[in-house]
């Protein structure tokens, strides 16, 4: 399923260059996103806590990867086959991760995170290989790719934020088969570690989210050229 799953991204960036957009992209919208600066972004809730594994299997707690930065976190699984769930998140983050680095002002005040929800197969060994490239140390823009433990270290996480994730069943014989129901749901965080905007399929939009990152950092008095 991993390797469908990275097939469905690869095919949808390949025609998502075609398009502009990202690998399901929203209906096309006659919209402009606001300026940069010229609005202002709600609080919403405390970023969670919790345990959580990077790709190196260390524990670490999942506070070290919300604070002291802008940034942005999806819940995904390596195996989600929805061309319009998870592959579109990674896609996103990717062309985010791109364009960011191309400001040296941004670049290191922005980072992208990437954690799981299905820690039985999204093993740290498993995740490096989701990662790819995309996680390599030294790169401009900081992306973590973070697993949990056991679902008990995941639960208290997932209810902190709010995602809610269900697990698909046979409804003949009751078992899992494999893949889970989940509203793909993307948080943008400030450096205190509030969430300020809370992103779904609709409006996942690169340009939206860029603009948003920027109102986050002119906060603290970035100029971004």
Not at 1 to 25: C, E, I, N, R, S
Not at 71 to 92: I, K, Q
């Amino acid at each position: 399923m991993l390797a469908l799953a990275l097939a469905l991204l690869l095919h949808a960036g390949a025609t998502a260059a075609d398009a502009g957009h990202g690998a399901a992209p929203p209906a096309p919208m006659a919209f402009v996103p606001p300026a940069p600066g010229s609005y202002e972004l709600m609080r919403i809730m405390d970023a969670a806590d919790g345990r959580v594994l990077d790709t190196e299997g260390r524990a670490r707690d999942l506070s070290r990867y919300t604070g002291g930065k802008v940034t942005l976190l999806s819940f995904v699984y390596s195996s989600c086959a929805d061309a319009a769930g998870c592959p579109y998140a990674y896609l996103v983050f990717h062309q985010l991760q791109s364009r960011l680095a191309r400001d040296p002002q941004l670049a290191g005040q922005v980072r992208l995170v990437s954690l799981s929800f299905d820690p039985v197969r999204d093993t740290p060994e498993v995740l490096a290989l989701y990662a790819g490239d995309q996680a390599r140390p030294g790169r401009a823009v900081e992306w973590a790719f973070l697993t949990t433990a056991s679902v008990k270290d995941l639960l208290p996480i997932l209810d902190g934020f709010g995602q809610d994730v269900f697990l698909d069943v046979d409804p003949a014989s009751g078992a899992h088969l494999g893949t889970y129901s989940h509203v793909l749901k993307v948080f943008l965080i400030d450096r205190d570690r509030t969430v300020r905007e809370v992103y779904t399929t609709a409006f996942l939009m690169p340009d939206m989210v860029y603009n948003d990152i920027l109102t986050l950092l002119m906060e603290t008095g970035a100029k971004p050229e």
